[in-house]
């Protein structure tokens, strides 16, 4: 049984890059922010938006969608602006590190973090190994496209777009 959990791990891991380099860019993206919860924290920060009661915001069809929004839409949405910041050398570089074991547990962290402001969710080690990776350059360009204001507009006018065109 060992073996063949061995053989397993092999025959994956030497398929991996094969299957990774057949992925456009944009497919890459949607993987990688998939895998990062983009949609839920998306859509949670959204919700705290759409909460503060401000009219230009509470207006739009969004706010009244929130919770039915496709996650799929969302993502893609979001992935076309990806990759007009986020080089393909460093979205491999992302999917690397956030489709690992390390990746996942911190991603998973984040996320719980994000909708509940538990700040324990992250252990010593976690934080460590984050802080490390934010001083990537591929993690440099990711976080540059999360912070920009006008990318996030943008991703809510195009969604604005779809649901008054439905």
């Avoid at 994956?12 to 990688?32: G, Q, R, T």
């Avoid at 919770?67 to 992302?94: C, G, P, Q, W, Y």
């Avoid at 993690?139 to 496209?145: E, L, P, Q, R």
Wanted: aromatic share 8%.
């Amino acid at each position: 049984m060992k073996n063949i959990k061995y053989i397993l791990f092999v025959c994956v891991v030497a398929y991996m890059p094969f299957v990774n380099a057949n992925l456009s860019h944009m497919d890459k993206s949607i993987s990688l922010l998939n895998t990062l919860h983009y949609s839920a924290i998306f859509k949670n920060t959204l919700l705290k938006e759409c909460d503060k009661g401000l009219q230009q915001v509470t207006s739009l069809k969004i706010c009244k969608q929130s919770e039915t929004l496709s996650d799929e839409m969302i993502v893609r949405i979001a992935a076309k602006h990806f990759i007009s910041n986020v080089s393909e050398s460093d979205t491999d570089k992302l999917i690397a590190f956030w489709g690992g074991s390390d990746g996942v547990r911190i991603s998973n962290g984040l996320l719980v973090w994000q909708q509940t402001g538990r700040l324990d969710v992250l252990t010593d080690s976690d934080v460590y190994i984050l802080e490390k990776f934010n001083q990537t350059a591929e993690n440099k360009a990711s976080t540059a496209f999360v912070d920009d204001v006008n990318v996030s507009v943008q991703i809510i006018l195009e969604i604005e777009e779809i649901l008054r065109n439905q």
